[in-house]
């Protein structure tokens, strides 16, 4: 019996981890993270009560193997998957697994997106319907217990689901909850509550909307998504989904049917075009990302209203970056940092100071071993990622990286994004487009934009020749110069299916 107790007393000391994982939320459309064009009060109470990670990056930035990489701790060409159409391996070790071996409660609720089902959860349930990628109205769920489908927002419901579980779990044990959203993702269709966001507001133009990436390598100019040319009817809004209810398709139509018959009436051409539909997709997007910010805010009450607020830590992130109109693109993929830095929030009461910062290069890499470390469990290994926890608790460890390594591997595909991997500095970033052989290189203080390369410039020959050493060395590091490629089918690039990942 006193055993037991002891058991009891040491588990309910360990943290309670909230894990809350968005799609395509980018770090600029964040308040604490200085938006200029929106506001996020509940993830900024994370921010005010915790700390901010200012250089989080992720290793490849695309959905799936984002959350493979985060699952794992392991680079993408190591846990095998190393783009949207790999299916995840459940057998190999993941955090799931690793927590649940130490006693944790495990629960995955929302987007998972890895094509096999979920493994070494104790309770699971993800949006199955469109490919793995989940609709936004009327969503529909694979889970451990059978099928589910439900008629509302899909926002909405995945919180709904996140909250029942914390309020049915076994109380005498800690809990590990995974709660994914698929907002703010492609094609950014926003819920009844936030439809009528910014009206009548003109959202300020990124500097670089009519960009024409001169400055750049070749693949900057062959890329498929831009924001004059790429975005469907359906992301415009300009059609609508086919699985609304009359009601919903009442009250979408309603949103929508002035400011479209005002646009068909226009007749718009050139710039003028351009910046209607700048306006259109980022309202929209935004107010996706307010949805999730109102969810969020339900998820903070209740561990407030239950007493869990001062054990458990509460992580908020994003699968990687993704463009609001800069460089005159949506999307992501790139090793441009728009799209390679991840928003990361982490609230710990009585470990992060309130209102702190960090300033050094982690990843999306070092998440599980985070996880793991926080609930006093060893780190494997043959994890290649480190644990954030000194870090959180204000203190750098002695040789943290001093560089990140990235690799994106999935071309031909959606968005025609040529591969390439790259290392980035505090200062520099130099990436390897390797089919065509060209490079390209930035100094991120006096070109923060990323407008110009200086690959070929004199003055940075010494630099470059730095920079490929350091490349080189990381590539070893983490085995991706002996990694092989499997041979997949050929695609047409063509242009991007509507929605796609």
Not at 173 to 190: D, I, V
Not at 208 to 214: E, P
Not at 290 to 297: E, K
Request: glycine share 8%; aromatic share 10%; hydrophobic share 35%.
């Amino acid at each position: 019996m006193l055993m037991l107790l002891l058991a009891l007393a040491v588990g309910a000391d360990r943290p309670n981890i909230v894990f809350v994982f968005t799609d395509d939320h980018a770090s600029h459309a964040i308040s604490a993270y200085g938006s200029k064009i929106n506001q996020t009060p509940n993830i900024d109470r994370l921010a005010r009560e915790g700390m901010l990670f200012r250089n989080c990056f992720c290793t490849n930035s695309i959905c799936a193997p984002s959350r493979a990489v985060i699952l794992t701790g392991k680079h993408s060409h190591i846990n095998g998957l190393i783009d949207n159409n790999v299916a995840f391996n459940g057998s190999q070790p993941h955090i799931g697994k690793l927590l649940g071996a130490a006693g944790y409660q495990t629960a995955l609720i929302g987007k998972w997106h890895l094509k096999s089902d979920p493994t070494g959860f104790d309770r699971w349930a993800v949006l199955s319907g469109a490919g793995g990628q989940g609709t936004y109205y009327n969503p529909e769920f694979k889970t451990d217990q059978g099928p589910l489908k439900v008629t509302g927002y899909c926002t909405d419901i995945t919180t709904d689901l996140a909250l029942d579980w914390m309020k049915k779990r076994d109380a005498k044990k800690p809990f590990f909850l995974m709660y994914q959203h698929k907002a703010p993702h492609r094609s950014w269709e926003p819920g009844p509550a936030q439809l009528g966001l910014y009206r009548d507001v003109e959202i300020p133009e990124p500097p670089t909307l009519f960009d024409d990436h001169s400055g750049l390598a070749g693949p900057a100019k062959k890329q498929e998504m831009t924001i004059e040319k790429h975005l469907s009817p359906f992301d415009l809004k300009l059609t609508f989904a086919k699985n609304l209810t009359k009601e919903q398709l009442a009250v979408f139509e309603g949103a929508y049917r002035a400011e479209n018959e005002a646009f068909k009436k226009a007749n718009l051409t050139g710039k003028d075009l351009v910046r209607w539909k700048y306006q259109r997709y980022i309202k929209d997007y935004l107010r996706c990302v307010a949805g999730v910010d109102d969810n969020l805010g339900r998820v903070l009450k209740y561990l407030d209203d239950e007493g869990l607020s001062k054990n458990t830590i509460v992580i908020y992130s994003s699968d990687q970056g993704f463009y609001l109109g800069d460089r005159g693109w949506y999307d992501k993929r790139w090793m441009y940092e728009e799209s390679l830095r991840m928003p990361l929030i982490v609230r710990w009461p009585g470990v992060v100071k309130p209102g702190s910062e960090n300033k050094d290069l982690v990843q999306n890499l070092d998440f599980a071993a985070t996880f793991l470390d926080a609930a006093g469990q060893k780190v494997p290994g043959d994890m290649q990622g480190h644990s954030l926890k000194p870090l959180l608790e204000g203190k750098r460890p002695e040789g943290w990286r001093k560089s990140i390594y990235y690799q994106y591997f999935e071309f031909p595909g959606p968005h025609s994004v040529a591969k390439h991997y790259g290392v980035r500095t505090d200062r520099h970033k130099l990436i390897h487009y390797h089919a065509s052989n060209e490079w390209e290189l930035f100094d991120l203080q006096t070109d923060p934009g990323e407008r110009r390369s200086v690959y070929a410039d004199p003055g940075y020959q010494e630099t470059v020749k730095t920079l490929k050493a350091e490349l080189d060395r990381l590539r070893k590091l983490y085995k991706a110069d002996t990694y092989v490629e499997p041979i997949m089918p050929k695609k047409k690039s063509g242009p991007t299916k509507k929605g796609a990942p």
